[in-house]
């Protein structure tokens, strides 16, 4: 079992940044893509950005293109994803997720791990 735990949500004003972290510990964690997703209540979770398991590879949700970096450090098993400048409607809850370094996927299907997410609101 691979465990995920979020970190790093919470109020943020529009324009302003904010990174989430995501420790990984259980596995390898390099044997992973890794993603982010945002839910907010009553909706479907939504895909934000990936990375391969090397760095080497990243997109995201054309929203937060520009906005939005997702990083990793494969030596300290984590995954981070730094918003700049937010918008109110980049409020959710974020997870992170981990899955097969094969394809780098935007549905949740594809990813096996998560973590229990971590609240962001943004605020005008």
């Known amino acids: 079992q691979l465990q995920l735990v979020e970190s790093g949500g919470g109020l943020v004003q529009a324009g302003g940044s904010l990174t989430l972290s995501c420790a990984a510990s259980?596995?390898?964690?390099?044997?992973?893509?890794m993603a982010w997703f945002r839910q907010a209540p009553g909706k479907e979770r939504e895909f934000v950005a990936a990375?391969?398991?090397?760095?080497?590879?990243?997109y995201y949700l054309d929203s937060v293109k520009g906005r939005f970096t997702v990083s990793r450090d494969n030596a300290k098993n984590t995954v981070s994803l730094h918003m700049n400048s937010p918008k109110p409607e980049d409020t959710d809850v974020y997870y992170c997720?981990?899955?097969?370094?094969?394809?780098?996927?935007?549905?949740?299907?594809?990813?096996?791990?998560w973590g229990q997410g971590t609240q962001v609101t943004c605020s005008s």
């Open positions: 997720a981990a899955g097969s370094r094969l394809f780098l996927h935007s549905q949740p299907g594809a990813y096996s791990y």
């Open positions: 259980g596995r390898t964690f390099s044997e992973y893509n």
């Open positions: 990375i391969s398991w090397n760095g080497g590879d990243a």
